[in-house]
């Protein structure tokens, strides 16, 4: 029974051996394509020397290296198992379940000697990790069954992009760079480049169109590169084929860059067909790997081929491997078992096999032949990653062993068995320098870094025309644009681009459909430029730089004293404060003078201190807003009005009483003597000031900057405000009470107009609060309707001091000019008059009243008589703080 499974384990297929198992203290497995595909029925098929023979010595070249070396797994030895999957996916999954059977559990409780003892069967070795396969759909096939038992595959040679999925292939690895690098690296070369409108190019075909399709979908998933056009070249192109081809390309000029995944041959005529367009410079070609650095593609139309990028992968060759298998013989190399084949292969000769005939057409194998030597030998190019992918295992078991088994010689418990899944992290984690000297490690999904060298075709202003190297991909482009040169030594990178950057605060209104295509929109008003697509309105105390990519904070401005908005506002007041004081100080100096006397000297005090306010509410106006400045505004800016207004409205309510009184009674009125009016005055004035110290309580004085007043279209103009915080209705509320105190007292004004003026100053005082009434009647549209003036703050502030200075001056011109007038020009009319009767004065006015009835009444047409009643008008003539009784 031993011997039975022993033969199932080392059964041949056919005339082929089907595994080399070298003996080792942790064994690796290895799957290579030692032979093609077999015809029909057949599984394998003729020995490959390269792809097969060339690799699998590869693996026992590194594993001689690996055992060799002291201080990679010291005291540990690496063993193999190869096999051979034939090229073959469905062939390969079979062979590869020798790698799980020691995983396999398998019941023999039921499988007896003919002796009735137990059997003894042989333990099959387990395989720690695979090295392979070579083709994708093998690694594919075998990766779905080593996954399941936890066994992790570096693969030397299997690049199909569908193998990253780290999902559904979580124990692979690779050591290859996958197919999609080439693309994200032609991607790569041309955003460089600064492109973003390309055409693609490709031979029909799975290595035209898949390229072409990788291309196209990296570049989508990158964003900012479009493909104008993806046209194919015809397996059997048609004459003309590729002049409508160029003639397509020509139909979208912008798109200048082409992206070519070609044969060969289809590059050449390509080529061909753009310089019988006479389009020499035009196209700027990025070429695969099949253009790569070969002179056959250009040969003829180096002209057309000018500024071509392409890239070829970077391979090396690896001297110590021609060493080792250039004294490969049959003597020294009885481990491989398929290397007789091989031998026979090569050297084209027979071995002599006991019981088979030699063909009489070979000659006889003597053994004495040499690779190399007697036959044609070029390193096979993915011998460099066989090596690198051995030596990555053998790294992550080094570090594995480390790490479990610190001190210890030889593998110790921990990793007996190893653990796949533990094997795996380590595995993805290293980093050490391969076999041609470049860094061997892996991405996540267990991919290898591309690596790439990108040339240049170059024919002017150089040494040695050709391909010139510029630069390399690793993950990661290195392009040195400075070396580059185009069509007629032009060092600038041509454009291929469907529509030109948008200069700055410009944004990019997209085309639909076309997102490399878009028009530029300026961003306008208080926008700027937030990104590449959307404007933002600058805050609100903020305006757009001149070139619209930020925002600036807005300038500040008050009213200056030097403005010529404040120079005729401060002169009105200078001079009204000046003539204000002139005023007080006569009737200062000439206070106990009969016509200060007459004057109501109390009241007349009192009323000049309001203008005198007036005055002074312009240079609070002017002055810098500030807390105690705004402060004074509001107090200062209704009280001298309402100081004014409230005297006069005294005494023209003091005479309407009086005169209406004298019609009907000789009886004085209530509340006539001055310490009454000056309680009356205070107490209209107290309203005013009661309504401000409320104003304060419920919202404290304080400043504001608003930048909605001057903030016209153009935003250079904009402007901040300093200001208090008094709107214009909190003005106008402000000023509201003065105005309802003009207005009463333009009433009474109006109603003691027939007073006689030689007794009372009703007279003047109607003429000052008609002309106040049209001053503020002015105002009102003036201030209201600059409200949208750029210069609103300007000439609603003039407007508002210089109405108050001419209303001051209205009221200081009426009532106390004529009387200074007098008492410094006419000094000899400031005298007391005698007094006279109250009988006599009576009599006279009674008099004059009849005589002016009688009068009316003939001007009628009328005789009317009267009842002879005493109508008696109770004036006070101001004298000495007396009251007559005059009877008129």
């Not at 050591?175 to 080439?182: C, G, H, I, L």
């Not at 533990?422 to 892996?442: D, M, P």
């Not at 807003?625 to 100081?643: H, N, Q, T, Y």
């Not at 004065?841 to 009267?866: H, P, Y």
Request: glycine content about 6%.
């Amino acid at each position: 029974i031993t011997m039975t499974i022993t033969s199932l384990s080392w059964s041949h297929q056919g005339m082929h051996p089907r595994s080399i198992k070298i003996e080792g203290d942790i064994t690796l497995g290895g799957l290579f394509p030692v032979h093609a595909k077999g015809p029909a029925g057949v599984p394998c098929g003729e020995i490959k020397k390269e792809k097969g023979i060339h690799r699998l010595e590869a693996m026992l070249y590194a594993l001689d290296q690996i055992n060799s070396d002291p201080d990679l797994l010291p005291n540990i030895t690496l063993g193999a198992r190869i096999l051979d999957t034939c090229s073959r996916d469905t062939y390969a999954l079979e062979q590869s379940l020798t790698f799980v059977q020691a995983l396999i559990q398998k019941d023999t409780s039921d499988i007896r000697c003919s002796n009735g003892e137990p059997p003894i069967i042989r333990k099959p070795e387990r395989v720690v990790g695979v090295i392979g396969a070579s083709g994708s759909s093998v690694s594919i096939m075998v990766a779905n069954v080593l996954r399941l038992f936890e066994i992790p595959q570096i693969s030397y040679a299997s690049t199909s992009p569908e193998l990253s999925d780290n999902n559904r292939y979580d124990f692979f690895s690779r050591v290859v760079p996958p197919d999609s690098y080439q693309a994200q690296a032609m991607v790569d070369i041309v955003k460089a480049m600064g492109w973003n409108y390309v055409s693609t190019l490709a031979s029909e075909g799975n290595y035209g169109e898949s390229g072409v399709d990788a291309f196209i979908q990296i570049s989508r998933e990158a964003g900012g590169l479009c493909v104008a056009q993806s046209l194919k070249i015809p397996r059997d192109p048609k004459p003309g084929e590729f002049d409508k081809i160029i003639k397509r390309l020509m139909e979208t000029s912008n798109a200048r860059g082409v992206i070519i995944f070609a044969s060969e041959d289809d590059i050449k005529r390509v080529l061909e067909a753009a310089k019988r367009a006479n389009l020499t410079g035009q196209f700027l070609f990025v070429g695969s790997d099949s253009w790569g650095a070969k002179i056959t593609p250009i040969l003829d139309q180096e002209d057309m081929a000018e500024g071509a990028v392409t890239i070829l992968p970077k391979r090396a060759s690896i001297e110590g491997f021609d060493q080792y298998f250039t004294s490969r013989s049959l003597e020294n190399n009885r481990r491989n078992i398929w290397f007789a084949e091989f031998w026979e292969d090569d050297f084209r000769c027979k071995l002599t096999r006991p019981g088979i005939k030699i063909d009489s057409e070979k000659k006889k194998c003597t053994g004495n032949e040499r690779v190399s030597r007697d036959s044609t030998y070029e390193q096979e190019g993915k011998v460099q990653f066989v090596i690198d992918a051995v030596y990555a295992m053998a790294h992550a078991l080094h570090n594995m062993h480390q790490d479990l088994c610190p001190g210890s010689t030889g593998v110790c418990d921990k990793m007996d068995p190893v653990e796949g899944r533990l094997l795996l992290s380590y595995i993805r984690s290293v980093n050490f320098n391969g076999s041609a000297g470049t860094g061997v490690l892996f991405n996540e999904n267990g991919d290898a870094p591309g690596r790439y060298d990108i040339f240049q075709y170059q024919v002017t202003n150089i040494t040695n025309p050709g391909y010139k190297v510029i630069g390399q991909w690793t993950n990661n482009l290195r392009l040195n644009l400075e070396e580059m040169q185009w069509s007629g030594g032009n060092k600038q990178v041509p454009d291929s681009v469907c529509s030109f950057p948008c200069n700055p605060g410009e944004r990019k209104k997209m085309v639909k459909g076309v997102p490399c295509c878009w028009h530029c929109e300026l961003c306008d008003g208080y926008h700027y430029q937030l990104d590449e697509f959307n404007c933002e309105l600058c805050p609100f105390n903020m305006r757009p730089t001149p070139n619209r990519t930020g925002c600036r904070p807005t300038p500040i401005i008050k009213l200056e004293w030097h403005s010529p908005w404040a120079i005729i506002p401060v002169f009105l007041a200078i001079l009204g404060i000046l003539a204000t004081s002139s005023v007080v100080l006569t009737f200062v100096r000439f206070n106990d003078t009969p016509i200060v006397r007459a004057s109501g000297r109390e009241l007349s005090y009192v009323l000049l201190t309001g203008i005198f306010l007036i005055y002074l509410i312009t240079f609070l106006m002017i002055a810098e807003p500030g807390a105690v400045v705004c402060a004074f505004r509001r107090l200062l800016l209704g009280l001298g009005m309402s100081i004014t207004y409230s005297a006069m409205l005294t005494k023209t309510n003091r005479i309407y009483r009086i005169f209406e009184q004298g019609k009907k009674s000789v009886t004085p009125p209530r509340f006539i003597s001055p310490t009454s009016q000056l309680a009356i005055t205070f107490t209209l004035i107290s309203v005013q000031v009661v309504g401000v110290f409320v104003w304060f309580g419920v919202v404290p004085p304080h400043t504001i900057i608003d930048y909605e007043e001057l903030r016209p279209p153009n935003p250079e103009l904009a402007r901040g405000i300093l200001k208090c915080d008094m709107s214009d209705l909190s003005l106008i509320c402000c000023l509201s009470y003065s105005i309802v105190l003009m207005v009463t007292c333009t009433v009474y004004a109006v109603k003691s107009r027939g007073v006689p003026e030689t007794f009372n100053e009703a007279k003047p005082i109607g003429f000052t609060m008609y002309t106040t009434c049209i001053i503020w009647l002015a105002f009102v549209p003036i201030f209201f309707g600059t409200a949208q003036s750029t210069e609103k703050m300007y000439i609603q502030t003039t407007t508002l001091t210089v109405s108050m200075s001419l209303s001051a001056y209205v009221s200081l011109g009426m009532l106390y000019i004529p009387k200074v007038y007098v008492i410094i020009f006419h000094p000899e009319q400031n005298v007391q008059k005698r007094k006279r009767s109250f009988k006599a004065v009576a009599q006279a006015a009674t008099m004059s009243t009849r005589l002016s009835q009688k009068s009316n009444d003939k001007q009628n047409g009328e005789t009317k008589i009267e009842p002879e009643r005493p109508q008696c008008v109770l004036l006070r003539l101001l004298v000495d703080r007396n009251v007559e009784f005059i009877c008129m």
